[in-house]
């Protein structure tokens, strides 16, 4: 560390006379500390021409809000399987309880948790590994990814919103979180302490229950259900168990579905299948496992299952970078920041996920597409966010096709769309990454 240069006085002061050389840097700063840098930065031609008309149209009625929560992953997922249910129930206004599946997540994620790390102290893992420490600092947030939300629904189906409604730490999960992450690192503690380890993990997962169900509630095993459509017909189905009504009205086989990524890192070939080490929420459930495909033929398959199966898309995105959240909004241009700042953001998308500047962080739904008229290039984008409806276009954002390709990294298709060297590829092993691979990250 010797050949580390202070900030000394000589280089500070040319800082200073560099900065002040330049009368630019000056009405800049004047702007931006008066203003905000995305008041001065953004680009108001780009964000005035940039249409919200689509030659194709998903309508999925009002949007959901995840609240102070990392839910997205589940709020976009059951968006999905919401218009689903709704086309089959015949009513426009219909929500899941998204507090429901965040419950047997955290559940499950607990014991999969405990018995992962039992695990790796039987090998011999030392507590003190990266492999360790990362999973105990990264252990019950709110993320999550399509695969694990269908890991949930599969073995506990799903309820109704009023039948099993948000509560203050589903709304806001911060304290829950940190109370459960102090009763899984302390689990982890006894086990490295010596103590027999499948006391530890039972005893352990039993007190995540006590807390989960303290802070949300005992979720239904069963309900009756009925309803009254959209032409006024009354409907009873009687008693049902929420893995019956999943079955019944989510018949779109969303379980079945794939999970494409875009993984642009030239060492990870397209065409195979990607694996994350350590990344699951449901023991014996389906791995966190991807197809690396190009991006484009990301954007053809949304397409097409917006228009000739006129359902909503799933996918996960970097949704920060040239983001206006109050006017729902995304191009790749849209904020001028070099201009701002004199300086070049040269970074692809590729150097962007190498050097820890972009990965997948949050998850929504595709309702639109505008095509051109030659009926498969794509121009933008319609996106179902879970933010609420004070913002966008009542929730709803536009997203410019450019942005799609350096920003989205995930959507679930059908497994059918697939071509057969694709589909072969899914029966290959895949090529595991380890647990901090930035395609390891949750959507939050």
């Known amino acids: ?37 995305d008041k001065v930065a953004r680009n108001y031609d780009r964000a005035r021409l940039l249409q919200r008309r689509f030659s194709v149209t998903v ?32 009513i426009k206004d219909f929500e899941f309880s998204q507090n429901y599946a965040m419950y047997y997540d955290k559940l499950e994620r607990a014991n999969y948790f405990m018995q992962d790390m039992a695990a790796l102290h039987a090998a011999g893992e030392p507590e003190n590994s990266r492999l360790v420490q990362h999973l105990l600092h990264d252990v019950m947030g709110d993320g999550g990814q399509w695969t694990m939300a269908m890991n949930v629904y599969e073995k506990y189906g799903a309820v109704p919103k009023d039948l099993f409604p948000e509560t203050a730490s589903s709304q806001n999960t911060g304290q829950m979180n940190t109370n459960l992450r102090a009763v899984l690192r302390q689990g982890v503690a006894r086990i490295y302490a010596g103590e027999d380890a499948d006391a530890v993990v039972a005893e352990t997962v039993a007190a995540a229950h006590r807390v989960l169900t303290i802070h949300l509630g005992t979720p239904p095993t069963s309900f009756d259900w009925e309803w009254t459509d959209d032409e006024g017909h009354f409907h009873r189905d009687g008693e049902i168990t929420p893995q019956e009504f999943w079955a019944k009205y989510v018949d779109a086989g969303l379980e079945d579905y794939v999970c494409l990524v875009d993984d642009p890192r030239a060492e990870h070939p397209k065409g195979r299948k990607i694996g994350i080490e350590h990344l699951g929420n449901v023991v014996g459930g389906a791995p966190t496992e991807y197809l690396n495909v190009p991006v484009e033929f990301m954007k053809d398959c949304a397409r097409r299952i917006m228009a000739d199966e006129g359902i909503p898309v799933w996918f996960g995105a970097d949704c920060h970078p040239m983001m206006d959240r109050e006017n729902g909004a995304w191009a790749t241009d849209l904020f001028e920041y070099g201009s701002v700042y004199d300086f070049d953001f040269t970074m692809d998308k590729e150097t962007r996920v190498r050097f820890a500047d972009s990965a997948m962080n949050h998850a929504m739904a595709f309702v639109g597409v505008d095509v051109a008229d030659d009926g498969k290039t794509t121009r933008r984008w319609r996106v179902e966010n879970s933010w609420g409806d004070k913002i966008a276009d009542k929730g709803y954002f536009t997203m410019s096709d450019d942005w799609f390709g350096e920003y989205v990294y995930e959507i679930a298709v059908p497994k059918s769309m697939l071509p057969k060297d694709y589909l072969e590829a899914l029966n290959e092993p895949a090529i595991m990454l380890p647990a901090w691979d930035p395609m390891g990250a949750l959507a939050r």
């Open 59 to 90: 309508d999925n009625g009002k949007v959901t809000s995840q609240a102070r929560s990392g839910r997205c992953w589940l709020f976009s997922s059951l968006n999905v399987a919401r218009f689903v249910a709704k086309r089959n129930l015949g």
């Open 1 to 37: 560390m010797s050949d580390l240069k202070p900030l000394d006085d000589g280089r500070l002061a040319a800082l200073r006379d560099g900065f002040a050389a330049n009368p630019v840097n000056r009405l800049a700063m004047n702007a931006v500390t008066l203003g905000g840098i």
